[in-house]
């Protein structure tokens, strides 16, 4: 088959099977959002880069598990979230791995992402540094909300949550995100939220 022109489950169904041309073609359509969800939770562009290798590597290994009955995307996303999610409990349980990589990470600011600049519209790379500044409970909703626009349901099956509990930190998440944005643009605050909530 042709995998450009086949829709991402269809493309997992066969990359399942041992297809590497639809594998590739899954990694290519979404390697760039992948390395931007992973750059906004982590902020650090060298460890993004390592975790998005681990999360296509473990989306090789499960894709034989894939069955079609959920959108692509969400499983994908629930694997890079999960990625996260250990990479945060091993760095919490390794004080020395902390020590080692911290010289590393704090060499490579957010901005430093020609990915995130190619997908932001204006004023949109300063909305991320600012999410990626908010409490880890908030960013991943945000950025899905935001950047990928998933609805609240989407966003409690990769976040495995509830979705009473999804839309009060959505609502108080976009509050602490609109006190931090007029904080940093008193004259300027309105047009790149309303152009995103739009």
Known sequence: MDPSGETDERLALAAGTGDLAAFRELVERHKGYIFTLLIQMIGHRETAEDLSQEVFLKLHRALGQFRGDAKFSTWLYRIAANTVTDYKRSRANNPLLKLLRFGRDRAAPIDDNPEQRAVAKEGQEQMQQLISKLPDKYKLILFLYFYKQLSVQEIAVIAELPVKTVETRLLRGKAKLKQKWMEA????Y?????????
């Open 185 to 188: 643009n008193p004259h300027e």
């Open 190 to 198: 309105g047009s790149v939220m309303e152009q995103n909530e739009a």
